[in-house]
């Protein structure tokens, strides 16, 4: 059975620093691309960034490009987002999610499992 957790959101002021885990089980997604993306109150899904199946290339939004990083440790199936110098805007759930082929792709329909998501609220 496929299962995707986040983990790590919570409350930070803005300026401050977070990082959040995707841990799958289930099945290994290490020929697949993966993803993160958010939603915030009264908005509709945001892509974030995106890595490719190696790790070697990354995609990121232009809103968090130079803030966010984007990795994946495949020997523990997990994927991972650095959050740096975080801002009020940036507030919202973050959900990772695994793509169906292995490229880096920021449309939402090429992703076939989704996790719960984890809530990150950033104080101004």
Same mark, same amino acid.
């Not at 089980?25 to 993306?37: D, I, K, L, P, V």
């Not at 130079?66 to 990795?71: A, Q």
């Given at each position: %059975? /496929?299962?995707?957790?986040?983990?790590?959101?919570?409350? $930070?002021?803005?300026?401050?620093?977070?990082?959040?885990? =995707?841990?799958?089980?289930?099945?290994? !997604?290490?020929?697949?691309?993966?993803?993160?993306?958010? %939603?915030?109150?009264?908005?509709?899904?945001? !892509? /974030?960034?995106? @890595?490719?199946?190696?790790?070697? @290339?990354?995609?990121?939004? +232009?809103?968090?490009?130079?803030? !966010?990083? @984007?990795?994946?440790? +495949?020997?523990?199936?997990?994927?991972?987002? %650095?959050?740096?110098?975080?801002?009020?805007? +940036?507030?919202? /759930?973050?959900? =990772?999610? /695994?793509?169906?082929?292995?490229?880096?792709?920021?449309?939402?329909?090429?992703? +076939?499992?989704?996790?719960?998501?984890?809530? $990150?609220?950033?104080?101004?």
């Amino acid at each position: %059975q /496929v299962q995707l957790v986040e983990s790590g959101g919570g409350l $930070v002021q803005a300026g401050g620093s977070l990082r959040l885990s =995707c841990a799958a089980s289930g099945r290994t !997604f290490s020929a697949r691309g993966m993803g993160w993306f958010r %939603q915030a109150p009264g908005k509709g899904r945001e !892509f /974030v960034a995106a @890595i490719n199946w190696s790790g070697a @290339i990354a995609y990121y939004a +232009d809103s968090v490009k130079g803030r !966010f990083t @984007i990795s994946r440790d +495949d020997t523990r199936n997990t994927l991972y987002l %650095q959050m740096n110098s975080l801002k009020a805007e +940036d507030t919202a /759930v973050y959900s =990772c999610a /695994v793509a169906k082929t292995g490229w880096e792709t920021s449309a939402l329909y090429e992703y +076939d499992y989704w996790g719960q998501g984890t809530q $990150v609220t950033v104080s101004s």
